[in-house]
């Protein structure tokens, strides 16, 4: 199996809040039309997913701690080079859903 991408946020929202915000957030994406998000339900503060993407089915999760939020991808070997821009997606969705409003 493939070596995990992993990105880790921070954030200033503690655990709760962030995960409160992620799980709502979350909830509402929409599916675009070369990605959809398949979320699997959360245990405490994890949340499994499956991304699928150009016929792939990306599997990841979701993990907020107190300062931060962990992401972890496992990306197949013809989806590695789409990683950044994949990464930059997700990164611009979750860092939205944690903004101090």
């Known amino acids: 199996m493939a070596e995990p991408m992993v990105v880790s946020i921070p954030h200033t929202l503690g655990k709760a809040e962030a995960l409160r915000r992620l799980q709502s957030g979350l909830d509402n994406v929409p599916a675009s039309g070369l990605l959809t998000l398949e979320q699997q339900p959360w245990v405490d503060n994890k949340m499994p997913f499956v991304v699928k993407a150009m016929g792939q089915a990306i599997p990841g999760s979701l ?39």
């Not at 990306?75 to 997606?89: D, G, H, N, V």
């Open 63 to 101: 993990e907020v701690n107190d300062d931060t939020v962990r992401l972890e991808v496992v990306l197949p070997a013809l989806l590695r080079k789409l990683w950044e821009p994949l990464k930059t997606k997700m990164l611009e969705r979750t860092k939205l859903l944690l903004e101090k409003k």
